[in-house]
């Protein structure tokens, strides 16, 4: 399973993105799929993830701001991020957390891509 993030770049506070993240190859199951960032010198942290049932969960600093979606088939996972913020820039990390058979977990993660948010 590969997963390969795209969409980032710069932009001015008050603006607007949307990240994809679009994985290939073959897995038993997808759980769940999100979205983590990590800034200079920061811990990397979670934004946004969702659900093989829909069900959403996000960081309260990007409640109201940030949506994220997924296609019915958990192949591609979209970040939509509104009223960007300085404090938002950092690297944008896709993860898909799934079982490679009914008993094995493994989590895989995408190569980041650079928001950078100007003030």
């Known amino acids: 399973v590969q997963l390969q993030a795209s969409g980032g770049g710069l932009v001015q506070a008050g603006g607007y993105l949307r990240l994809s993240c679009a994985r290939s190859?073959?897995?038993?199951?997808?759980?769940?799929m999100g979205w983590y960032r990590q800034a200079p010198g920061k811990q990397r942290e979670l934004v946004a993830t969702?659900?093989?049932?829909?069900?959403?969960n996000y960081a309260d600093s990007v409640k109201g701001r940030f949506t994220i979606s997924r296609d019915n088939a958990m192949n591609t996972v979209y970040l939509q991020m509104n009223s960007l913020k300085p404090e938002d820039t950092a690297a944008y990390y896709c993860?898909?957390?799934?079982?490679?058979?009914?008993?094995?977990?493994?989590?895989?993660w995408g190569q980041g891509t650079l928001v950078t948010v100007s003030s």
């Open positions: 993860k898909a957390e799934g079982f490679t058979d009914p008993w094995s977990a493994r989590d895989y």
């Open positions: 969702i659900t093989s049932g829909g069900s959403r």
């Open positions: 190859g073959t897995i038993f199951k997808i759980d769940r």
